[in-house]
């Protein structure tokens, strides 16, 4: 029997975050959960391309544009079920049994976020992102997203833009999504660059706007030019 789920992961220079994300999922191999690795990347110029192929990964060529990148690694994942990461996102030890009980349903399933930081605001901001998920039924995408291959098909799957593709298809997916019983890491740079009430801010200033029927180009162009 084939083991169910290709991990699908979008790159774009991530030589210093996707060998802990690799690693994060060698439990999924030992126990016979992970039958491909997919890495989408977007024109990645350091050695983000070496270590991918050096994992044995299915490398997907692409301009960069994360919905775009994640569309064309669904199309070449095999799995039943599709286990989307960031390059900057690992899975917390025993991630495995949690996600072996969760493909036994039809659900899509997203893990409890945990920053990579001590800082009180990474608790703070964290708490918020996975309160928002279960309320509101809007995960992230660095809170991974672990879903049946054929319930992507149905509600259209990614859709080719630069920003809020996590959004977009969360807002499809929703009455199918539920939390996944493990943590899920992922990098604070941004916020400890920033300001974690700052940086939290403007995501949630982000995401009104895009409800507000702002275009992910136009978005992307205002945070480019607030940077």
Same mark, same amino acid.
């Given at each position: 029997?084939?083991?169910?789920?290709?991990?699908?992961?979008?790159t774009l220079n991530?030589?210093?975050? #996707?060998?802990?994300?690799?690693?994060?999922?060698?439990?999924?191999?030992?126990?016979? #959960?992970?039958?491909?690795?997919?890495?989408s990347?977007? *024109?990645?110029?350091?050695?983000?391309?070496?270590?991918?192929?050096?994992?044995?990964?299915?490398?997907? $060529?692409?301009e960069?544009? &994360?919905? *775009? /990148?994640?569309? +064309?690694?669904?199309?070449?994942?095999e %799995?039943?079920?599709?286990?989307?990461l $960031?390059?900057?996102s690992?899975?917390?030890?025993?991630? !495995?049994?949690?996600?072996?009980? $969760?493909?036994?349903?039809?659900?899509?399933?997203?893990?409890?976020?945990?920053?990579?930081s001590?800082?009180? %605001?990474? $608790?703070?901001?964290?708490?918020?992102?996975?309160?928002?998920a279960?309320?509101?039924?809007?995960?992230?995408?660095? /809170?991974?997203?672990? #879903?049946?291959?054929?319930?992507?098909? /149905?509600?259209?799957?990614?859709?080719?833009?630069p920003?809020?593709?996590?959004?977009?298809?969360? +807002?499809?997916?929703? *009455?199918?999504l539920?939390?996944?019983?493990?943590?899920?890491?992922?990098? =604070?740079?941004?916020y400890?660059?920033?300001?974690?009430? &700052?940086?939290?801010?403007?995501n949630? !200033?982000t995401?009104?706007?895009?409800? =507000?029927?702002?275009?992910?180009?136009?978005?992307?162009?205002r945070?480019?030019? +607030?940077?």
């Amino acid at each position: 029997m084939r083991a169910p789920i290709s991990v699908v992961i979008p790159t774009l220079n991530a030589g210093k975050t #996707l060998p802990d994300c690799l690693a994060s999922l060698a439990e999924g191999l030992t126990c016979g #959960l992970i039958r491909d690795l997919i890495i989408s990347d977007g *024109g990645s110029t350091d050695e983000t391309l070496e270590i991918a192929e050096a994992a044995g990964a299915q490398v997907v $060529h692409g301009e960069a544009s &994360r919905g *775009g /990148q994640l569309q +064309r690694g669904c199309a070449a994942a095999e %799995g039943k079920w599709l286990l989307i990461l $960031h390059a900057d996102s690992w899975l917390g030890a025993g991630w !495995t049994e949690a996600a072996a009980s $969760h493909i036994q349903g039809t659900k899509a399933g997203y893990f409890r976020l945990r920053f990579r930081s001590a800082a009180a %605001g990474a $608790h703070v901001v964290a708490g918020w992102a996975n309160l928002r998920a279960r309320v509101f039924g809007i995960p992230y995408g660095d /809170q991974g997203l672990l #879903l049946p291959r054929t319930v992507y098909h /149905q509600v259209g799957g990614f859709s080719d833009q630069p920003l809020m593709e996590d959004v977009a298809l969360s +807002r499809s997916l929703r *009455g199918h999504l539920v939390p996944i019983a493990a943590e899920i890491r992922t990098g =604070a740079e941004r916020y400890e660059r920033e300001g974690w009430m &700052r940086r939290g801010a403007k995501n949630l !200033t982000t995401l009104a706007l895009y409800y =507000a029927g702002v275009t992910p180009e136009r978005l992307v162009a205002r945070y480019e030019r +607030r940077r």
